[in-house]
């Protein structure tokens, strides 16, 4: 049979490190090394039933509980974990198989954290030449970009439909920038240094502008999609400088420059001991990297038999023989039903998606053989035998059996119950009455004109403020052939070649949900099959709808909701079973408990 040598290349096969970091934290207890107290890591603290907690477990599981637990806490936690183990032992459910193999786990990734930490990557001080070798290297990450902002008066030409409204708009602008002027005399000359407080005063009597009329827009990088005219206008200036009224794609503009900023790059001394971490971690793991890559070419230590482990591939229809090994580890040998169970079991997910058998079987090396590898060094290292490790071993699996042991018994209390009562049902519907009420809905044709700007929330006002003038401008134009009677098909499918095509799809949109208030109050009264008479801004970018239905606002019926509503009522009852069985084994131990 054929031995799977072909796994060793790399690759992305390096992904191995994150199954470690997963296998390590299965069973959800952190990892600590405990310092032995004055009086001995050995000193029993208390007893209970016939078990006892020692100092060294208070040490070990003080980490893993919530900050500033008191002693007393930490041991009834321990002493209820001791009885639940022993409770679950009796009951033998340690041999099911999900329990069984996650216990597995605990025992096999002893120590593999000391392992990197102590041995692995112990050691690793990146030198001053090599930190400095990374910050010229990354040299363009310390680059901070130049920058300015502006503030500005606008007179929108827009909504403009002859040339002689235009002209009105730049007659407007004009008297602005002659009213700006007249602190600084008759034929002022250039530079134009005009006052703040000036320039706010009369932007809020001339500006076309939504919201605040005095914001300052910007700062803008120099790299960014600004329109050329204004960027080229703005950085003609110096800060406090005014502009001559020039012309944009919305209309006239006069600017007044605040700041600006050059490009300028971060000192070494600034970051380095930032970036001496980043070099470490980097060192450290390619390092685990080097490492985890020898163990897997060492093909001495492991095998997959590639015939045999075929037949448990999921979707697979063979018979699988329960006798021959899938999987050899040093001497021992795995049938497949135990890969089978220890991967559906620990790593459903990632083995269900694993259909093909090279995935497969990278996946039972990374989750299944490596663990072992690492598990075999760590004992050839003396760290498995370690005190702490030992207790934080006996901690998280009397945790695991504990928590193993309510779910189950939960379980079968909550399946004894009867089904909920159409009494209770009923009520829980009432009292949930709120939460069943559905808004009125409308039933639309929406055409988009997307701005994918808008997905940055720390974008710039006044940027957005530009792309949602150019998406209105091009809607306002569609909208028009389509109120003449245009195909809406036929308005968009012209624009699939331009860089930003626009979409349409027909849905059902919530009352109150997509369009501001203002807009829904005319839009519920809107002629169904009509287009709605402007352009909608919304969060996605520019929209024109067309009404085509309505659905009023309503309650769903009781029929609607049941299963929804029998399930909240069962899962409800299963969180207080739950608590109740907790809260008895802990009584149970208070009883028994005696603190030393």
Same mark, same amino acid.
């Given at each position: 049979m054929t031995c799977c040598h072909d796994v060793r290349r790399k690759g992305t096969e390096m992904r191995k490190l994150w199954f470690i970091l997963v296998f390590m934290q299965v069973c959800g207890i952190g990892w600590c090394q405990a310092q032995s107290p004055e009086d001995g890591p050995d000193k029993v603290v208390a007893e209970c039933d016939g078990e006892v907690i020692r100092k060294i477990d208070l040490d070990v599981a003080r980490p893993t509980l919530p900050a500033g637990a008191t002693d007393e806490f930490i041991i009834e936690q321990l002493a209820r974990n001791l009885l639940g183990q022993k409770k679950a032992l009796q009951a033998g459910i340690d041999q099911e198989p999900d329990i069984k193999w996650r216990l597995w786990a605990i025992g096999m990734n002893a120590a593999s954290r000391d392992l990197f930490e102590r041995q692995i990557i112990a050691g690793i001080n990146p030198s001053d030449e090599e930190v400095k070798k990374a910050y010229q290297e990354r040299i363009t990450n310390y680059v901070v970009p130049g920058s300015f902002s502006f503030r500005y008066i606008f007179g929108d030409t827009t909504e403009c439909t002859s040339k002689e409204q235009v002209a009105e708009v730049r007659k407007k602008i004009d008297q602005a920038h002659q009213e700006l002027l007249k602190p600084l005399g008759q034929n002022a000359a250039q530079p134009w240094i005009v006052a703040v407080t000036h320039f706010n005063e009369v932007a809020g009597k001339y500006s076309d502008v939504r919201g605040d009329p005095t914001r300052i827009a910007g700062p803008f990088t120099h790299k960014e999609p600004l329109q050329p005219v204004i960027k080229k206008m703005a950085l003609s200036l110096v800060p406090g400088e005014m502009s001559e009224v020039f012309s944009t794609r919305y209309g006239y503009?006069?600017?007044?420059?605040?700041?600006?900023?050059?490009? /300028?790059?971060?000192?070494?001394?600034?970051?380095?001991?930032? +970036?001496?971490?980043?070099?470490?971690?980097?060192?450290?793991?390619?390092? &685990?990297?080097?490492?985890?890559?020898? +163990?897997? *070419? *060492?093909?001495?230590?492991?095998?997959?038999?590639?015939?045999? #482990? /075929?037949?448990?591939?999921?979707?697979?229809? #063979?018979?699988?023989?329960?006798?021959?090994?899938?999987?050899?580890?040093?001497?021992? +040998?795995? !049938? !497949?039903?135990?890969?089978?169970?220890? =991967?559906?079991? =620990?790593?459903?997910?990632?083995?269900?998606?694993?259909?093909?058998?090279?995935? &497969?079987?990278? +996946?039972?090396?990374?989750?299944?053989?490596? !663990?072992?590898?690492?598990?075999?060094?760590?004992?050839?290292?003396?760290?498995?035998?370690?005190?702490?490790?030992?207790?934080?071993?006996?901690?998280?699996?009397?945790? #695991?059996?504990?928590?193993?042991?309510?779910?189950?018994?939960?379980?079968? =209390?909550?399946?004894?119950?009867?089904? !909920?009562?159409?009494?209770?049902?009923? *009520? =829980?519907?009432?009292?949930?009455?709120?939460?069943?009420?559905? &808004?009125?809905?409308?039933?639309?044709?929406?055409?988009t004109h997307p701005i994918d700007e808008l997905k940055n929330r720390s974008s710039n006002p006044a940027r957005n403020e530009f792309l949602y003038r150019e998406g209105e401008k091009r809607l306002s134009d569609i909208l028009a052939s389509l109120i003449a009677g245009a195909s809406p098909d036929q308005a968009v499918k012209a624009t699939q070649s331009e860089k930003t095509p626009l979409n349409k799809d027909v849905r059902w949109i919530s009352k109150g949900l997509e369009f501001q208030e203002e807009t829904w109050s005319k839009l519920v009264s809107w002629p169904v099959g009509q287009w709605y008479s402007q352009p909608i801004r919304t969060e996605k970018g520019v929209v024109i709808v067309q009404v085509l239905d309505m659905a009023p606002e309503r309650t769903k019926p009781l029929s609607e909701v049941r299963s929804q509503l029998e399930r909240e009522l069962k899962n409800s009852t299963t969180r207080e079973i739950f608590s109740r069985q907790a809260s008895q084994m802990l009584d149970e131990v208070r009883a028994s408990l005696k603190m030393k």
């Open positions: 503009e006069i600017i007044r420059l605040e700041t600006r900023i050059e490009d /300028a790059t971060t000192e070494f001394d600034t970051v380095k001991d930032t +970036l001496r971490q980043e070099v470490l971690r980097s060192q450290q793991n390619q390092k &685990a990297k080097d490492y985890i890559q020898k +163990l897997k *070419d *060492d093909t001495s230590r492991y095998e997959i038999y590639e015939d045999r #482990f /075929a037949q448990i591939l999921p979707g697979a229809h #063979f018979e699988v023989p329960s006798t021959t090994a899938a999987i050899r580890v040093g001497r021992k +040998l795995y !049938p !497949p039903g135990d890969i089978e169970d220890y =991967l559906k079991n =620990l790593y459903r997910k990632e083995w269900v998606r694993a259909r093909e058998k090279k995935e &497969a079987m990278n +996946l039972a090396w990374q989750a299944f053989i490596l !663990p072992q590898l690492l598990h075999e060094e760590a004992e050839k290292a003396g760290y498995t035998r370690e005190a702490t490790e030992q207790a934080r071993i006996r901690i998280e699996k009397a945790s #695991f059996l504990t928590n193993s042991l309510l779910r189950k018994e939960t379980e079968r =209390l909550a399946g004894e119950l009867p089904k !909920p009562t159409t009494d209770e049902i009923e *009520d =829980l519907y009432v009292l949930q009455s709120d939460k069943h009420r559905v &808004a009125a809905q409308y039933q639309m044709t929406v055409i």
